[in-house]
């Protein structure tokens, strides 16, 4: 495990270390069992001079904004679980009720049957980031 972790921090200091690079990290292995196994981190000498009201030096505690990578791992987690053989299935076969809703516009129409879960994943699927759901009208109820 040192020998692994030094290959790990020679590999950083090699690749993304101190060459005033304009973005810093901080990378960590973690096990639920026993808490941080290794972490690196580097500070771009940029930060101190862009950023004048906020972090100075990046550390185990910083908030990165990490935007939608945090999707890549819901899928690999997902895959790694559930595997592949669904892929191709379509979402109305896990979610029924999306057959029964209509997605009507004067310019946008979703066909759920075509939508499959790794069109979803993949964000292949066609679907518009504000898609407008018109679910069919509820049957009068005796009252």
């Given at each position: 495990?040192?020998?692994?972790?030094?290959?790990?921090?020679a590999a950083f200091?090699?690749?993304?270390?101190?060459?005033?690079?304009?973005?810093s990290?901080?990378?960590?292995?973690?096990?639920?069992?026993d808490?941080?196994?290794?972490?690196?981190?580097?500070?771009?000498?940029v930060?101190?001079?862009?950023?004048?009201?906020?972090v100075?030096?990046v550390?185990?505690n910083?908030?990165?904004?990490?935007?939608s990578?945090?999707?890549?791992f819901?899928?690999?987690?997902?895959l790694?679980?559930?595997?592949?053989?669904?892929?191709?299935?379509?979402?109305t076969?896990y979610?029924?009720?999306?057959?029964?809703v209509?997605?009507?516009?004067?310019?946008?129409?979703?066909?759920?049957?075509?939508?499959?879960?790794?069109?979803?994943?993949?964000?292949?699927s066609?679907?518009?980031?504000?898609?407008?759901?018109?679910?069919p009208?509820?049957?009068?109820?005796?009252?």
């Amino acid at each position: 495990m040192k020998a692994a972790v030094k290959d790990l921090d020679a590999a950083f200091q090699r690749r993304l270390g101190p060459m005033g690079l304009n973005y810093s990290y901080v990378v960590q292995a973690y096990s639920t069992d026993d808490g941080v196994l290794w972490q690196t981190k580097y500070t771009s000498p940029v930060l101190s001079t862009l950023n004048s009201t906020g972090v100075k030096e990046v550390d185990e505690n910083t908030v990165h904004r990490v935007g939608s990578i945090t999707k890549l791992f819901t899928i690999l987690t997902f895959l790694s679980q559930v595997g592949d053989k669904i892929w191709n299935d379509p979402i109305t076969k896990y979610i029924p009720e999306l057959s029964a809703v209509g997605t009507r516009s004067r310019v946008y129409h979703v066909d759920w049957e075509d939508v499959t879960v790794g069109s979803l994943a993949t964000f292949n699927s066609g679907l518009i980031r504000d898609c407008e759901l018109h679910f069919p009208p509820s049957p009068p109820q005796d009252v």
